[in-house]
């Protein structure tokens, strides 16, 4: 039994409430810059392993069809052209079948690779190696690195 005359109270009181919503608040704005830093690591991480696995495909394909494979890029832009080099010359030409890869939310910032592009003969193996800088819109980036003659492919941070 509760006693006689004293206030039973049960709930919130409107200041409480207040200060619990505005720890809340503030705990949600600062958790919002590096949910953004997360996004864009996994934009750039997400856009390494494509063209990753884009060259190694361009790479299978060349031994599979016992003809060179030509992929090209432009720095500052992110698009790839791979060419099937049914001639085996090292040159893309006007009449071989080229498609193009886009890589968005990402540039292709810096290249090693002479002539900005990457051949594999006809066994697979690449002609050239270099490496490639992905960067992303906070200037985030990753490099892929391809090796001269064994075409071995590995995707790095730029400090690795």
Same mark, same amino acid.
């Given at each position: 039994?509760?006693?006689? +005359?004293? #206030?039973?109270?049960?709930?919130? *009181?409107? /200041? ?24 864009? /690591? ?7 392993? !494509? ?6 495909? &361009?790479?299978? !394909? ?11 890029? %432009?720095?500052?832009?992110? %698009?790839?052209?791979? *060419?099937?080099?049914?001639? #085996? ?10 498609? %193009?890869?886009?890589?968005? +939310? ?5 290249? *090693?690779?002479? +002539? ?6 006809? !066994? +697979? !193996? &690449? ?7 992905? *960067?992303? $819109?906070?200037?985030?980036? $990753? ?10 492919? $590995? ?6």
């Amino acid at each position: 039994m509760e006693p006689v +005359g004293r #206030n039973v109270r049960s709930g919130f *009181t409107m /200041t409480e409430l207040m200060v619990g919503i505005a720890i809340i608040g503030a705990m949600a704005v600062l958790s919002v810059p590096p949910v953004r830093a997360y996004r864009e /690591t996994l934009r750039v991480e997400a856009a390494a392993e !494509r063209l990753s696995m884009t060259v190694r495909s &361009a790479q299978a !394909r060349a031994r599979s069809r016992s003809h060179g494979m030509i992929l090209a890029w %432009t720095v500052d832009e992110s %698009t790839v052209v791979i *060419t099937d080099d049914a001639d #085996n010359d090292a040159v893309a030409d006007d009449d071989e079948q080229s498609q %193009t890869a886009e890589f968005d +939310g990402v540039t292709i910032s810096a290249s *090693t690779f002479a +002539g900005d592009q990457l051949v594999f003969n006809s !066994r +697979g !193996r &690449a002609e050239n190696g270099g490496t490639l800088t992905l *960067t992303g $819109k906070t200037s985030l980036s $990753k490099e892929l690195r391809v090796s001269a003659g064994t075409g071995q492919i $590995k995707v790095s941070s730029p400090s690795e």
